[in-house]
């Protein structure tokens, strides 16, 4: 199987189990060994008291893009944590791309970073996530 197989695969096997991003209405875009691209659209009952979308559900969008990059090698990898930086608002109606790239990836520990904009390429927010491999694989 090659990099790029195993990397579709383990996405396919880790997102066919996320209740949690399956219920925001993410969707896989595209994947390949250390990155990925998700997308979701914001829908009205994402939105908070000032039409704004939910901070926390911008962070989950970024954290699903994060997930599944830091886990196309066919091991199981969960967030060590992440920080995000919010730069715009999202809004209902908004479709939003997360783009998840590898920074550094050393023994069990890597470094990603996530962009995600909206529609007209506005960068909504800038995620960096650390991860750690659980050593054991995606089944």
């Known amino acids: ?5 195993v990397a579709r695969r383990s996405a396919e096997i880790m997102l066919g189990r996320d209740a949690a ?3 925001l209405g993410i969707a896989l875009m595209d994947v390949g060994p250390g990155w990925a691209v998700l997308t979701m659209t914001v829908r009205e009952d994402m939105v908070n008291g000032y039409a704004l979308l939910h901070g926390g559900l911008l962070a ?10 830091c886990n196309t090698y066919g091991e199981v990898t969960v967030a060590a944590g992440f920080d995000i930086t919010f730069l715009e608002s999202g809004r209902a109606g908004d479709v939003l791309r997360a783009h998840a790239v590898e920074r550094a990836r050393r023994g069990r520990s890597g470094l990603y970073d996530v962009t995600v904009t909206r529609q007209d390429d506005v960068v909504l927010a ?7 491999s659980l050593g ?4």
């Open 126 to 132: 800038e995620f960096r996530g650390r991860s750690r």
């Open 136 to 139: 054991r694989p995606i089944a």
């Open 1 to 5: 199987m090659s990099s790029d197989d």
């Open 60 to 69: 989950s969008l970024a954290d699903s893009a994060f997930a599944v990059a």
């Open 21 to 23: 991003s399956r219920g």
